[in-house]
């Protein structure tokens, strides 16, 4: 066999075997990219533990709608305050300048709201269907609503009949507080465990800033009326500022 013609036939055996090897990587490129559709939660149930402290006892449910937004709704209970009581009633006491005061409060509420999460497409779209994501980012608003009953008493260095006595006093509350609340935060759920942290305020109506307190002499012969502001118990039922750690399930 001459060299020419042993050469070709090697040219012509190596492009064949070439094209066989090529031809695998040219099909697996023309292959479409199939996404994998990852589990996420679209409904959550959580409780807010740090309101347990207080004597607030509430549930939560959040809802995906459509298109990285979602509803929820919270309701709850309260019967306080319970395990910060001393703490509670020092604070009372030192934002209405008193030398004692105590409080109690009771009721129950809730609040409806809607949220926007920023969640990354694809943990939340393949293709044309709509997963829904309760993770990532979030801002929201609400309306919340409560039905409280507060009593106060309290003690305090009054002055009448040209000298100053420590009188006791007593205030009361019964009413229906309501506002407009904004928030924002970040929520993660890993499997069937949810967890939300949350910062945002309230701006709640329907509970006066100050109030008349029935004071009584401290020989309980006579009682007159003394004007306060409520300190406080106004900044929680007028502005609240509030940071929440949600814990839940979801699924």
Same mark, same amino acid.
């Given at each position: 066999?001459?060299?020419?013609?042993? &050469? +070709?036939?090697?040219?012509?055996?190596? /492009?064949?075997?070439? %094209?066989?090897?090529?031809?695998? =990587? *040219?099909? $697996?490129?023309?292959?479409?990219?199939?996404?994998?559709?990852?589990?996420?939660?679209?409904?959550?149930?959580?409780?807010?533990?740090?309101?347990?402290?207080?004597?607030?006892?509430?549930?939560?449910?959040?809802?995906?709608?459509?298109?990285?937004?979602?509803? &929820? +709704?919270?309701?709850?209970?309260?019967? /306080?305050?319970?395990? %910060?009581?001393?703490?509670?009633? =020092? *604070?009372? $006491?030192?934002?209405?300048?008193?030398?004692?005061?105590?409080?109690?409060?009771?009721?129950?509420?809730?609040?409806?709201?809607?949220?926007?999460?920023?969640?990354?497409?694809?943990?939340?779209?393949?293709?044309?269907?709509?997963?829904?994501?309760?993770?990532?980012?979030?801002?929201?608003?609400?309306?919340?609503?409560?039905?409280?009953?507060?009593?106060?008493?309290?003690?305090?260095?009054?002055?009448?009949?040209?000298?100053?006595?420590?009188?006791?006093?007593?205030?009361?509350?019964?009413?229906?507080?309501?506002?407009?609340?904004?928030?924002?935060?970040?929520?993660?759920?890993?499997?069937?465990?949810?967890?939300?942290?949350?910062?945002?305020?309230?701006?709640?109506?329907?509970?006066?800033?100050?109030?008349?307190?029935?004071?009584?002499?401290?020989?309980?012969?006579?009682?007159?009326?003394?004007?306060?502001?409520?300190?406080?118990?106004?900044?929680?039922?007028?502005?609240?500022?509030?940071?929440?750690?949600?814990?839940?399930?979801?699924?």
């Amino acid at each position: 066999m001459s060299i020419p013609k042993f &050469f +070709a036939q090697s040219s012509t055996f190596i /492009g064949i075997i070439a %094209l066989f090897c090529s031809t695998p =990587a *040219l099909t $697996q490129s023309d292959e479409p990219i199939v996404e994998i559709e990852l589990p996420t939660a679209k409904n959550t149930i959580g409780i807010r533990p740090q309101y347990f402290l207080f004597g607030f006892y509430g549930l939560s449910y959040e809802r995906y709608i459509a298109k990285n937004y979602s509803i &929820f +709704a919270y309701a709850e209970v309260c019967d /306080g305050p319970k395990l %910060l009581n001393k703490n509670v009633n =020092a *604070l009372v $006491q030192n934002s209405m300048n008193l030398e004692a005061a105590s409080i109690y409060y009771s009721g129950f509420g809730g609040a409806i709201g809607v949220r926007r999460y920023f969640t990354d497409k694809k943990y939340s779209l393949v293709g044309n269907k709509d997963l829904g994501a309760l993770v990532g980012w979030f801002v929201g608003a609400y309306i919340p609503l409560r039905k409280m009953k507060i009593n106060m008493t309290t003690e305090s260095m009054e002055f009448h009949n040209f000298a100053f006595s420590q009188d006791k006093g007593k205030y009361s509350f019964n009413g229906l507080i309501y506002g407009l609340g904004l928030e924002g935060g970040r929520h993660w759920v890993w499997g069937n465990f949810s967890f939300e942290v949350n910062a945002g305020f309230t701006y709640m109506q329907g509970m006066p800033r100050s109030a008349t307190f029935n004071y009584s002499w401290t020989n309980g012969l006579e009682s007159y009326p003394v004007d306060k502001k409520l300190g406080i118990v106004s900044l929680y039922g007028t502005f609240a500022p509030k940071i929440e750690f949600v814990l839940g399930l979801g699924f």
